[in-house]
């Protein structure tokens, strides 16, 4: 059994609007549900786990029956920050489950084809992520000034979704938890605890909707069909 986490439990703060980022509607859909979209219509999910927080999540069930039927779909309150989230929803797969595939819920322009490349290197690895080639000069500073500058050949920007064995991502968390080790993205508890991550090369297209620059963006790339779903996040 393969399961996709989606996690979508964040305020949206550096939007400056009083609405949560993952609810804002775009060609009449929500951020979330464009995203969903991909894995809803994979023949390799079976399950679909998502973190919200916990004062959405019956309007939002309400509105994931009128929308999706063929998927069985689990909502769960989310953590006080996205790792704590990802626990919960580790804990919450079935025991079966073999893959586990954690996205975040406002980068709605992930392709199925990159999800099945995903679960087709994990097997020959304990992790797998998508990664797109940074562009811009890297500068390190210190206050008001520029200390050094960071080459850049070898640095890649870390997408999702990160696709992992599930008995291997659920320990380390638990690990991290019981070490009480903070970390920005899931692969860097394979990287802290010493296991092995490959990267996936892919585009800039796969990317999350942070601020309202992205938005403007997403809401021309989504209103206007300028990307098919074939196209996105793939090199």
């Known amino acids: 059994m393969n399961v996709a986490i989606i996690t979508a439990g964040g305020s949206g703060t550096r939007m400056n609007i009083k609405k949560r980022k993952q609810f804002i509607k775009i060609a009449g859909k929500p951020i979330l549900c464009w995203t969903l979209d991909h894995f809803v219509n994979h023949s390799q999910i079976d399950r679909i786990i998502i973190t919200l927080p916990q004062d959405e999540i019956e309007n939002f ?118 070490e009480n080790l903070q970390v920005t993205d899931d692969a860097s508890l394979c990287e802290t605890y010493g296991y092995k991550v490959r990267y996936l090369l892919t585009d800039d297209g796969n990317f999350k909707i942070t601020d309202a620059q992205d938005l403007e963006i997403a809401k021309c790339i989504l209103e206007n069909n300028f990307r098919s779903s074939n196209e996105m996040g793939k090199l």
């Open 61 to 178: 069930r309400i509105y994931l029956k009128k929308e999706y039927s063929n998927k069985q779909l689990t909502l769960i309150a989310g953590g006080t920050k996205r790792q704590d989230s990802v626990l919960k929803a580790l804990q919450a797969c079935p025991t079966n489950t073999q893959y586990v595939l954690i996205h975040d819920g406002v980068r709605p322009f992930i392709s199925k084809q990159l999800i099945s490349e995903l679960l087709e290197q994990v097997k020959q690895v304990d992790g797998v992520l998508p990664v797109s080639r940074v562009k811009n000069t890297i500068k390190e500073i210190d206050a008001e000034l520029v200390q050094r500058t960071i080459p850049r050949q070898n640095l890649v920007n870390a997408l999702t979704p990160q696709v992992f064995h599930y008995p291997l991502i659920l320990h380390l968390h638990q690990k991290a938890k019981a």
